[in-house]
C-alpha cells in the first residue's frame, strides 16, 4: 500500500497562486501514476490533473489546463500542483491520488487509483 500526505492548501483572493504537495510512503515503487482530484460540496470528486510516475508525463483537465500544473520528485515521492490564476470555482477539497501496479495511459476515473490522502481545503474568495 501506498499511504498519502498533502499539504499546502489554504484560504487565497482570486487570481492568487497555490502549491499543493502529496507525499508518498510506503510501496512507492509499485506507482504507475499519481493524480490530483477536487471535491466542491455538493459535487462529486472531479479530476484535475495526473502524472505518471516513470516518464513524467501528464494530462490535465480542461477547466485547469494553462492555470494548473502537475509535477513530481520522485528522489523526495512527492507530486505537486502549481495552482495559478485561482477562481472562486476551483474552491474545493483537494486529494491526492495513487494509482500502482500495471497501467497504460491516463487515468482520469477516481476510481481506477488505489490510495488517497486525506484532503486539503483550498478556498478562492472573489
Not at 506507482?31 to 494530462?59: C, D, H
Not at 500542483?81 to 483537494?94: F, H, V
Not at 495513487?98 to 497504460?104: E, N, P, R
Amino acid at each position: 500500500q501506498v499511504q498519502l500526505v498533502e499539504s499546502g492548501g489554504g484560504l487565497v483572493q482570486a487570481g492568487a497562486s497555490l502549491r499543493l504537495s502529496c507525499a508518498a510512503s510506503g510501496r512507492t515503487s509499485s506507482l504507475y501514476s499519481m493524480g490530483w482530484f477536487r471535491q466542491a460540496p455538493g459535487n462529486e470528486r472531479e479530476f484535475v490533473a495526473t502524472i505518471k510516475w516513470l516518464g513524467g508525463s501528464t494530462s490535465h483537465a480542461d477547466s485547469v489546463k494553462g492555470r494548473f500544473t502537475i509535477s513530481r520528485d520522485n528522489a523526495k515521492n512527492t507530486v505537486y500542483l502549481q495552482m495559478n490564476s485561482l477562481k472562486p470555482e476551483d474552491t474545493a477539497i483537494y486529494y491526492c491520488a495513487a494509482k500502482t501496479g500495471f497501467g497504460s495511459g491516463f487515468y482520469v476515473g477516481a476510481a481506477r487509483y488505489n490510495s488517497w490522502g486525506q484532503g486539503t481545503q483550498v478556498t478562492v474568495s472573489a
